[in-house]
C-alpha cells in the first residue's frame, strides 16, 4: 500500500521557519522524482520545489533562497526546510512522487494528503 504522509505544518509568524517531512512508504521512493506542492487560497495547486532521483533541484522563484528541498533515503522521507516565511507562503502543501516519468503533478503521481501552513 503505498503512502505518502505530510506533517510539520503549523501557524508561524512571518520571518519565522518550518520543516515540512513526507514520509513514504509501500514503494522504492529512491528511484522516484519527488516534489513539493502548495496551493494557495483561491489559487492553483503549484509546483514550488522538486528533487529528481538523481539529486537535481528546483525551486520557483517566489521561494529560490528560502526554501531548500532534501531527503533522506534512509528515513524514506522528504523534506521541505523554509525560512524567512513570507505571508505569500501560506497554503496546503503537498507532496508528490513520479516514479514512472510521467512528470511532477500528473495524477499518474503518488500524492499525499497535505499539510496546512499559515503564515
Not at 508561524?12 to 519527488?34: E, I, K, N, R, W
Not at 514550488?48 to 529560490?64: F, N, P
Request: glycine share 14%; charged share 15%.
Amino acid at each position: 500500500h503505498v503512502q505518502l504522509v505530510e506533517s510539520g505544518g503549523g501557524s508561524v509568524q512571518a520571518g519565522g521557519s518550518l520543516t515540512l517531512s513526507c514520509a513514504t512508504s509501500g514503494y522504492h521512493f529512491s528511484s522516484c522524482d519527488m516534489g513539493w506542492f502548495r496551493q494557495a487560497p483561491g489559487q492553483e495547486r503549484a509546483l514550488i520545489s522538486s528533487l529528481s532521483m538523481h539529486g537535481t533541484r528546483t525551486y520557483a522563484d517566489s521561494v529560490k533562497g528560502r526554501f531548500t528541498i532534501s531527503r533522506s533515503m534512509v528515513k524514506n522521507t522528504l523534506y521541505l526546510q523554509m525560512d524567512n516565511l513570507q505571508i505569500d507562503d501560506t497554503g496546503l502543501y503537498t507532496c508528490a512522487a513520479d516514479c514512472g516519468d510521467y512528470g511532477l503533478g500528473t495524477a499518474n503521481n503518488y500524492w499525499g494528503q497535505g499539510t496546512q501552513v499559515t503564515v
